[in-house]
């Protein structure tokens, strides 16, 4: 079925070094690749989303790219800062299914 | 517009309860997405309708769950009875359209006994 695994599961940087989150897909129609971060007691909130026909997308400190050969995407975050602790979840839409998968998560701690 | 609501914000009950959760998603949105989320499991989607109808409800647990959506401003998740494993936060998610952003509600934290 349907599967996405996210790597690491936690991740320590310091202030102001960057982060980089990995997330590998199984299902090879999946064509909608959105990250969510989801800070403690509250809910999943969009960060950046890619599409299939596009390899890379940058917001200021947040970018995303997508191979899809090797169906794997990942989420960069430089310049990091204490506020960006929290979990990120990586997920995927199957243009089969409509549903979006979402990875396991990785909780990101970022040392002042 | 207010966002995504859900009530309640806490729910406790002893187990063999009925439970109901409710959701009203953000006007105009025709997609709309029941979620759990534990420890053990992460995010796992339970059903989600297109304008009204139950399109994939593959991720339902058990007989136990059911969700209904009668109109385009409101949805339930009913599980009954409820058991103690059925502890977790249930967000609901709406979107316009099946591949753009989905707008979590703040979410119900149920608390089986």
């Known amino acids: 079925g349907e599967n996405v695994e996210q790597h690491p599961s936690t991740l320590s940087v310091q202030e102001g070094d960057s982060a980089v989150i990995k997330c590998t897909y199984s299902?090879?129609?999946?064509?909608?690749f959105p990250w969510y971060k989801q800070e403690l007691g509250k809910r999943p909130q969009l960060i950046i989303d890619?599409?299939?026909?596009?390899g890379e997308k940058k917001d200021q400190r947040i970018a995303v790219t997508l191979n899809k050969t090797a169906k794997h995407f990942s989420l960069h975050i430089t310049e990091t800062q204490p506020e960006d602790s929290a979990v990120y979840f990586c997920?995927?839409?199957?243009?089969?299914?409509?549903?979006?998968?979402f990875g396991q998560g990785t909780t990101l701690q970022v040392k002042p | 517009d207010a966002g995504v609501i859900q009530s309640p914000r806490h729910e406790v009950t002893e187990m063999g309860q009925e439970v109901t959760l409710r959701c009203k998603p953000i006007?105009?949105?025709?997609?709309l997405f029941w979620y759990r989320q534990t420890m053990m499991r992460g995010l796992e989607l339970l059903i989600y309708f297109n304008n009204n109808v139950p399109i994939d409800d593959s991720g339902m647990p058990e007989d136990r769950f059911s969700a209904k959506m009668p109109n385009a401003s409101f949805s339930t998740l009913k599980i009954q009875p409820s058991e103690p494993r059925d502890s977790a936060v249930y967000f609901c998610?709406?979107?316009?359209?099946?591949?753009?952003?989905?707008?979590f509600g703040p979410g119900t934290r149920l608390t089986v006994t």
């Open positions: 299902d090879s129609a999946s064509n909608y």
């Open positions: 006007s105009g949105h025709d997609y």
């Open positions: 890619i599409r299939s026909n596009v």
């Open positions: 997920a995927s839409t199957s243009s089969n299914t409509g549903k979006l998968i």
């Open positions: 998610a709406s979107s316009q359209g099946r591949f753009y952003e989905q707008y």
